[in-house]
């Protein structure tokens, strides 16, 4: 049914680059047989599943959105991967994303943009539009996402789904190509916060393939999610911060209009709100986007043209450094090239200090903002994203537009902990989709799902 629906659909949202339905298919087919012979299976088994572009395929193309990686066919599957396989899940396809997971909307994918089923004009968010854009349009009942600055959450929000992305750490990123390793994480998309919790307890655990994966027990997400509703006592930081109204403020009034009836909703419940503050906050873009593209710069080193990857080959018999120079050149989009500069300069000798680590300083500053706050609240709250989903080639001439999607999701990966977020009903202004975004402390995952069930 579910590949029915993409060949119907997919034409018209560019949600997956591609799709498996002979593998997909053979694993349905398999999960069938073993059921009829009476064996226990795995609790997602024949439950079918899409994959972000950005998690390696063993014999399935993975491009990450870009020309670099245009028919590149991994050799191993991610650990993520191999969990799903295991969990007998078949895997529907791959998910267009911005290019190497850098943007909002999907737009910097290089095989064209994806669109959000609930208006076609308009973006899914991004960088994993096509998982969310998949979900939202009943294209696959579960998706994988990347989250480095908002890229579960804020697609989540503008398509009215499920997005988590767990603390750093908790699940592993080994095979998932890297855009800035200290912020990466992989996470569910799903419809509800019950799916996105029994699929995050697949894919967590320690892999020892990742030496920033964390050795400890998946937090137990499942139970948090299908448990109580009542929120007695639970204490709701609301950071002041977060969602200002005032002029010039880049929330939306519809958004915050739904973010204070998810407040009502709370109370309700039995939740206590309080205010937080957490002043290092409003400097977080400005750190992210230092830190990010440093990392990315050295992630993206890689691709040389040498080893795998899109080659250019200059005539006249050139030299190594001139076919890496035309093959960056050629497959590399515009913001691909405009983090490679920016984090390249912010890392070279002379400005390392006054730029990357003076960024560094105030992640510091982030993270224990965000310890003093959860010394007075359980759970932090605000809206997802700005606005809804706005239209497609709005905010593609000017980055810092586009950067400012993430101003509500980025702290959350600077500090590692993590974030959820889900569906708060429709924008009065528009009719489109709001999201309201859960955080805890690291490794207290299920804070997210107890709280998002009670709101659901
Ligand atoms: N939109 C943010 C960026 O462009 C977040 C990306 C992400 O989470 N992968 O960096």
Not at 6 to 25: K, M, V
Request: charged letters at 20%; aromatic letters at 6%.
């Amino acid at each position: 049914a579910h590949l029915d629906r993409i060949e119907r659909y997919n034409p018209s949202l560019n949600a997956f680059l591609l799709i498996d339905a002979e593998g997909a298919l053979a694993t349905a087919r398999e999960v069938d047989e073993a059921r009829a012979r009476g064996e226990e299976l795995p609790r997602l088994a024949g439950v079918p599943i899409a994959v972000k572009d950005i998690a390696c395929t063993k014999g399935l193309t993975t491009t990450a959105g870009s020309r670099m990686l245009e028919g590149f066919v991994p050799p191993y599957d991610a650990t993520i991967v191999g969990k799903l396989r295991a969990a007998r899940m078949p895997i529907l396809g791959k998910t267009n994303m911005d290019e190497f997971a850098m943007g909002s909307s999907t737009e910097h994918s290089a095989f064209g943009p994806t669109r959000n089923p609930w208006d076609l004009d308009r973006i899914p968010g991004g960088s994993g539009g096509g998982s969310s854009a998949a979900v939202a349009g009943f294209l696959a009942p579960l998706a994988i996402g990347s989250d480095t600055g908002g890229s579960i959450r804020q697609p989540g929000a503008v398509t009215g789904t499920v997005g988590v992305k767990p603390t750093y750490g908790g699940v592993s990123r080994y095979g998932v190509i890297a855009l800035a390793s200290s912020l990466d994480q992989i996470g569910p998309c799903a419809r509800t916060v019950a799916d996105a919790a029994l699929l995050h307890e697949v894919l967590g655990g320690h892999d020892p393939l990742d030496s920033t994966s964390i050795d400890a027990p998946v937090p137990p997400v499942v139970a948090a999610a299908t448990g109580t509703r009542d929120l007695t006592g639970l204490r709701v930081g609301v950071v002041r911060e977060i969602g200002d109204t005032g002029e010039g403020s880049a929330f939306q009034p519809g958004v915050i209009q739904r973010f204070e009836e998810s407040l009502e909703q709370l109370r309700a419940l039995g939740a206590q709100i309080v205010e937080v503050s957490c002043p290092h906050f409003v400097y977080a873009m400005a750190a992210y986007y230092l830190i990010l593209p440093s990392e990315a710069s050295s992630n993206l080193a890689r691709y040389d043209a040498m080893r795998y990857g899109a080659r250019t080959t200059p005539d006249d018999s050139p030299s190594a450094e001139q076919v890496m120079a035309a093959s960056r050149d050629q497959a590399f989009g515009d913001e691909v090239k405009r983090r490679i500069i920016l984090g390249t300069y912010a890392l070279s000798s002379g400005y390392y200090d006054a730029y990357y680590g003076q960024a560094q300083k105030v992640r510091t500053l982030i993270a224990r903002d965000f310890e003093a706050a959860f010394e007075q609240a359980d759970v932090l709250v605000s809206p997802t994203a700005p606005t809804t989903a706005f239209r497609i080639g709005d905010k593609m001439q000017d980055p810092m537009a586009m950067y400012l999607n993430d101003i509500a999701t980025i702290p959350a990966n600077l500090a590692g902990v993590p974030g959820m977020s889900i569906p708060s009903g429709l924008a009065k202004e528009d009719g489109l989709p709001v999201g309201i975004q859960i955080l805890a402390p690291a490794m207290e995952d299920q804070r997210l799902y107890a709280v998002g069930a009670a709101l659901e």
